[in-house]
Nanobody
């Protein structure tokens, strides 16, 4: 089992920055990919960023490329999402995810675990 707990959400004005953190605990051998998703009310959940635990290139949604950076802190067992130049369109509930497989064009292939989510609100 893998447990994911997000933190760092909040409200910010357009152009500002936030850093989300996902505390990861537990272990499951099939998990080799970590990432972040987001969901607005009434819309489908979409992948934002993801990477393979062993290293390599990361996936970013076109809408966040150049503004968001996903990283891992092995000492703290966290997966972080640095969000810069935030826009009102970035307003959503952000979810940490653990799963298997990564497609550099589509993101995480098989999500196995979700966190509870953290709200990000960007005002204009």
């Amino acid at each position: 089992q893998v447990q994911l707990v997000e933190s760092g959400g909040g409200s910010v004005q357009a152009g500002g920055s936030l850093r989300l953190s996902c505390a990861v605990s537990g272990y499951f051998s099939s998990v080799n990919c970590m990432g972040w998703f987001r969901q607005e009310p009434g819309k489908e959940r979409e992948g934002v960023a993801a990477f393979l635990i062993g290293g390599g290139s990361a996936y970013y949604a076109d809408s966040v490329k150049g503004r968001f950076t996903i990283s891992q802190d092995n000492a703290k067992n966290t997966v972080d999402l640095q969000m810069n130049s935030l826009k009102p369109d970035d307003t959503a509930m952000y979810y940490c995810a653990a799963g298997h497989g990564l497609d550099l064009g589509l993101g995480m292939i098989d999500v196995m675990y979700w966190g509870q989510g953290t709200q990000v609100t960007v005002s204009s």
